[in-house]
């Protein structure tokens, strides 16, 4: 792993037309506070964070998602990850109406006996799906419950917990 940054959950941002963004959840844990972003299990949620790709990205741009289920112990989430990259002072687009590159979607099992249980996934955004991402670039990286999805079988929440990590 050449470089990282970490994006904070509660720094996600919604679409201001969509009113499909994941509850923002803060709680008091028994010893200290924690951060979610709750996604449903029967609509299609999704968060957004925008960042500047620093010196010395290159390759492929992994995902790391933490997460943990409100009230299953058991089913799959399916996870959809986007990303959309614009290079200051040479695409001749507006950023506005900036079109993400194809979604790379991951399934992660839900590991039982405990709802909190906390579960990482990670998803690598390749070739064409990294939007010809270089250094310097401002990106958007978009986070999707893909509920609708055959593949998501876990009921309720699928809790985005803290941080995503993002490593190429």
């Known amino acids: 792993m050449a470089g990282q940054l970490f994006l904070r959950v509660g720094a996600g941002k919604p679409r201001v037309a969509s009113a499909a963004f994941p509850q923002p959840i803060s709680k008091d844990g028994t010893n200290f506070p924690v951060e979610y972003l709750a996604y449903d299990a029967s609509t299609e949620e999704a968060a957004y964070w925008t960042f500047k790709l620093p010196a010395g990205y290159s390759g492929d741009i992994i995902v790391k998602i933490t997460w943990n289920a409100a009230s299953a112990t058991s089913g799959d989430v ?75 079988t876990m009921t309720g929440d699928a809790n985005l917990a803290e941080q995503i990590e993002v490593s190429w």
Do not use: H, Y
């Open 78 to 152: 399916r996870w959809g990850v986007s990303l959309a990259a614009f290079t200051p002072d040479s695409d001749s687009g507006s950023w506005e109406a900036k079109a993400f590159a194809a979604e790379t979607t991951v399934d992660d099992t839900q590991l039982g006996t405990n709802a909190a249980r906390i579960m990482t996934t990670s998803v690598t955004i390749t070739g064409a799906s990294l939007d010809s991402a270089a250094v310097g670039d401002i990106c958007t990286l978009k986070i999707a419950r893909k509920a609708a999805a055959a593949q998501d």
